[in-house]
């Protein structure tokens, strides 16, 4: 990792150094848009093509049968059922818990309003596979849309699908698993095919390609919703001098481990601490199975000393982490002074780790600074909400008035007349 002294930095200076690495686009937005194209126009077929040539593939069905996830859930081993039905009980727990209420309010007497809330009708998930198959988000992105009331969720996972994400997608409700990944996955997943179930919003998290093609499938009317932008994964720790430095280092490379282009950052007015972490930081990487992805991402990584807590709070809200983990003396204090965070770990006995599989919180989170203006994942992103208002006439006598002069303010005659007509009615009525 590379250390900075943050106050020898110019404010440019501090900037560029808290800039993530650019996401190198080389082409890929002509490249996506042409397999969505392909996927609208051909269906069903495009899509065997499309992996016989990108995955290297050949797709006996594009959709798993009953026996297909029966045999699946044979192969997983009774020890990972029970660690995740551990991890739904928390996951369900903390999630069930953010159901939403309606809201009925008289705002005078009879002016009625309420607040009401809707499950999106059809969701689709798409889960990465291939060298790092991500059981746990199936779990993240599954249960929540069960508990809000989904009608029809769906599953995208890259072919073979990894079996313990079949046995979880089925033990969480989901309606049908579809052996597709990558752009043409997401591709399906906002148009639909023969096969596959057109949504209406799309959840996951994926490679640089999925990623691009949520965007571009989010921007067409015709498409899909999506849960929220998403770069590579990172975290940021602030720890003192009290701090366990090989905590530290395990912290930073669970992150690390995820990609070349991950992101950790330690900021601390300890240099003594920065340094034993790196000495942490070599110990254990070596021993990492994924070490040469870890020492990719750490290249790109920062170190800043800083003068005080009061200071690493001030830097990490200008950076806005998807992941904030917070090794002081004591971590509680500082939580009313973070913001800009996709998901806070406080103490030296909460890893990263724990959010990421049976703590409950969810692991789906903003990345790339978006957290400044994204929520992490939670039971509302599979709802949307709408309002009621009621008048009778003795409500609407009571505001028409000033609806009237309003709208006559802002020139929109037809407003002021949809009122003026009533109470007129109203008035020769009385």
């Given at each position: ?214 965007g571009q499938v989010s921007g067409d009317v015709d498409g899909a919703a999506i849960d929220m932008p998403a770069g590579p994964s990172e975290v940021l720790v602030i720890a003192d001098e009290s701090a366990d430095a090989a905590f530290i280092a395990s912290d930073l490379l669970s992150q690390a481990e995820h990609g070349p282009d991950s992101q950790v950052i330690l900021v601390t007015p300890s240099r003594a601490l920065a340094e034993r972490v790196d000495a942490a930081l070599a110990e254990q990487l070596a021993a990492l199975s994924r070490a040469d992805i870890a020492r990719r991402a750490l290249a790109e990584s920062r170190t800043f000393i800083c003068d005080d807590l009061a200071q690493a709070v001030a830097i990490s809200n200008a950076y806005a982490p ?109």
């Open positions: 990792m590379q250390t900075f002294d943050w106050n020898r930095l110019s404010k440019q200076e501090q900037a560029d150094a808290l800039r993530r690495p650019a996401l190198a686009q080389g082409g890929r937005d002509a490249q996506v848009a042409d397999i969505i194209e392909k996927v609208r126009a051909g269906g069903d077929a495009a899509l065997r093509e499309l992996t016989r040539t990108l995955d290297k593939v050949e797709l006996e069905r594009l959709q798993l049968t009953e026996e297909d996830i029966a045999a699946a859930g044979s192969r997983v081993s009774e020890e990972l059922k029970a660690a995740i039905e551990l991890a739904i009980d928390n996951i369900e727990a903390f999630h069930r818990a953010q159901l939403p209420s309606p809201v009925v309010l008289d705002t005078k007497p009879g002016v009625r309003c309420e607040l009401h809330y809707q499950p999106i009708e059809k969701v689709g998930l798409y889960v990465p596979g291939g060298s790092a198959p991500l059981v746990s988000t199936v779990m993240m992105l599954a249960i929540p849309a069960r508990l809000a009331g989904c009608e029809r969720v769906v599953l995208c996972s890259p072919p073979p699908v990894n079996d313990a994400i079949v046995y979880t997608a089925r033990r969480c409700g989901v309606d049908a698993i579809y052996s597709l990944g990558g752009a043409q996955a997401v591709a399906a997943l906002a148009y639909g095919t023969e096969t596959v179930t057109k949504v209406d919003k799309i959840f996951g998290p994926g490679n640089a390609w999925v990623t691009e093609a949520k998807e992941h904030l983990i917070v090794q002081t003396e004591d971590p509680r204090a500082l939580l009313p002074k973070l913001r800009n965070a996709g998901s806070i770990f406080l103490g030296a006995w909460t890893p990263e780790s724990v959010g990421d599989y049976a703590s409950g919180t969810n692991h789906t989170l903003p990345t790339y600074g978006y957290a400044r203006t994204c929520s992490s994942l939670g039971l509302a992103d599979y709802q949307r909400r709408y309002t009621v208002q009621e008048l009778s006439p003795a409500g609407l006598q009571a505001i028409g008035p000033a609806v009237e002069l309003l709208a006559a303010t802002e020139t929109l005659d037809a407003h002021k007349n949809a009122v003026s007509l009533r109470l007129a009615k109203l008035e020769k009525q009385a």
